[in-house]
């Protein structure tokens, strides 16, 4: 169980009684401890829902079930246990594949339950009926399917249980006359797997390679936030004088106060990870998958050490070696995995202990110069950025002030971020960039898209967040692309009293791949341009305070203002900031060709 978690005392029905599958449901989530499930109520699911509030259970109604998944995404990451989303056969079900697909790439244990249409009616194309196994499959850990109404209890306690073991989604599918009848059940207690540290002889292994190294460096992934492990890797990265490394989008997997923090790998990332990490002889990846598009070239830096060893450590055998090139492969827990270890190292003779002081010296070096570069890293120096910047002279936003600087911005909400902050990001160009600029003392407390890479993720998934940690501020970045998708959100914040912090990048466009546009296609503009209303207007509108920002020393204050409203005074808040449009790098320079043109009408498209 999480630390996050609090004693759950309510009962639960003992031994084999007569109740209802809707009864059997109902118990069976009690027992895996759920007070909260997101979603939007349907007549599908409603005998079940009728007795919620009598066990316990609070159906939090979201504006699109987008959204309900997403915010269980969220709340599962905070808490450790499961997220639970629900909707009504049919749409309400797939309008959930996205949020479930960002889940499955972030680990979390979010269990989706999917009424389906009666089994009296199966296969005749009645109202709101589909097939919805094959839409969740490949982003399911398990899909179960109650074959019975007798099997309710079973099906539900297995997918919880796998959720948990396999860490990520899985599907409960209920034919919906199932929810009634009468059964003789008995409630399945939860079971959870012990994880080991690995096998013996590759921790041995590992220890003999550290034990040589000259120059070791961790990876912290996400597995040593859902190991809650990051004691466990600031112990091994101690006996190493070893320099830690974030994986990508897990700046939260190491404190950034402590000495041989270095900062997040990947996109945007910090240049001081990266150059330390390429001077590694051996890697330790702890926790990370080593994802393919967590380690690409970046900054003009193809940072790899591809002449290091590389020990990987994943609960999941099936990512050991599969990206990248490994030498010891341990599947086992991170925190596990980390204290075995630095047990085997404790009393030995390491090559690296005598260069201990000069490595750390050099730590604080490349840290010192990559600070130094992102304070005097104002603005994007581009060709097109530089004819933004001074497009942007011209111009006045409708708030009157004028555009900043994203890059200043970030600098400035870095600042103003409050203590035991969890920050969630959307995907885009701007909050892309914001990877350099967050940092975390505790684990749980960042959240993005991960590999799925969907707009309109965070701030779903920080009111979720929110749900399952009250007492912490909570906010959420979005470029006005990704906010348009998400920000009817806002009503389920007013209407449920879930306040959250919603930072706005205003900048008019798509951001991300206009880039493209700039770099491939001679800044031939298609479909990139937004055209926007006010954004705290339409928060003021829907019950939510708004604030405009069109200058830079307005941008701290502006935050601490509506972090304080969000926590003091039950308030969300949408902060508006106006941004110029110029553009970071693009996500994957590998991901697009120079354009050929063959026919003559489309000659001058080079």
């Known amino acids: 169980m999480s630390t996050h978690d609090t004693a759950d005392t309510r009962p639960v029905v003992q031994g084999k009684q007569k109740m209802t599958p809707s009864e059997a449901f109902v118990e069976t989530m009690v027992a895996n401890g759920v007070t909260d499930m997101f979603g939007i109520m349907g007549s599908a699911f409603m005998d079940a829902m009728d007795i919620f509030a009598p066990a316990g259970i609070r159906l939090i109604p979201v504006v699109h079930e987008q959204g309900a998944g997403h915010m269980a995404d969220g709340y599962a990451r905070v808490s450790g246990r499961h997220g639970l989303v629900i909707g009504q056969n ?39 009926e589909c097939h919805q196994l094959p839409m969740f499959q490949e982003f399911t850990k398990y899909q179960g399917h109650v074959t019975h109404p007798a099997r309710m209890a079973e099906f539900t306690g297995r997918c919880f249980s796998r959720a948990m073991d396999e860490m990520g989604p899985t599907q409960l599918n209920i034919p919906r006359d199932y929810f009634y009848g009468e059964i003789e059940a008995e409630i399945p207690q939860p079971s959870r797997l012990d994880r080991g540290p690995g096998g013996a002889k590759s921790l041995d292994e590992a220890a003999e390679l550290l034990a040589q190294a000259e120059f070791p460096v961790i990876i912290s992934g996400g597995g040593v936030v859902m190991a809650d492990a990051v004691e466990e890797c600031k112990a091994l990265a101690e006996r190493l004088g070893a320099p830690v490394v974030n994986s990508y989008l ?73 990206v990248k090139k490994i030498s010891v492969g341990i599947c086992g827990d991170a925190k596990a995995a980390a204290v075995a270890l630095s047990e085997r190292l404790e009393s030995r003779e390491l090559a690296c202990d005598a260069s201990k002081e000069a490595r750390f010296g050099k730590v604080q070096e490349e840290k010192a110069a990559w600070e130094r570069e992102l304070d005097e890293w104002t603005h994007e120096r581009d060709p097109f950025s530089l004819d933004a910047i001074e497009e942007a002279k011209g111009e006045k936003p409708f708030s009157g002030g004028e555009y900043l600087h994203p890059r200043q911005v970030l600098r400035e909400l870095e600042k103003a971020l409050p203590e035991d902050v969890m920050v969630s990001t959307d995907i885009g160009n701007i909050n892309s960039v914001a990877n350099s600029y967050l940092r975390f003392e505790k684990p749980r407390s960042f959240f993005a898209a991960m590999s799925f890479g969907n707009c309109g993720y965070a701030f779903p998934t920080i009111i979720g967040a929110k749900v399952a940690a009250p007492h912490r501020p909570a906010i959420s970045y979005a470029g006005d692309g990704a906010w348009g998708m998400s920000l009817m959100e806002t009503m389920t914040c007013v209407r449920h009293n879930i306040p959250v912090t919603a930072v706005v990048f205003h900048n008019r466009q798509w951001g991300a791949e206009k880039k493209n546009q700039v770099d491939f296609y001679n800044r031939r503009f298609v479909a990139g341009e937004l055209d926007n209303q006010s954004f705290a207007e339409i928060g003021r509108a829907m019950g939510a305070e708004g604030i405009t920002v069109d200058r830079l020393e307005d941008v701290g204050p502006a935050l601490k203002k509506a972090v304080d409203m969000q926590m003091n005074e039950g308030k969300t808040c949408i902060l508006e900031i106006m941004c110029t449009r110029e553009l970071g790098d693009p996500f994957r320079r590998d991901a697009l060709k120079k354009p050929v043109r063959l026919l003559e009408k489309y000659q001058d498209y080079v």
């Open 90 to 128: 049919g749409p309400g079900i797939s309008n959930c594949v996205t949020s479930i697909a960002a889940a499955y790439w972030a680990h979390s244990p979010v269990v989706i339950v999917t009424p389906e249409a009666g089994t009296t009616g199966m296969g005749l194309g009645g109202f709101q």
């Open 250 to 322: 897990h700046n939260d997997s190491f404190p950034a106060s402590h000495p041989l923090w270095c900062g997040p790998l990947g996109y945007q990332g910090s240049k001081a990870a990266m150059k330390l990490l390429s001077q590694a002889d051996v890697v330790v990846a702890l926790g990370s998958r080593l994802g393919p598009f967590g380690t690409l070239p970046q900054h003009g830096l193809d940072y790899w050490p591809t002449k290091a060893k590389v020990i990987q450590i994943d609960a999941d055998h099936k990512m050991l070696g599969l």
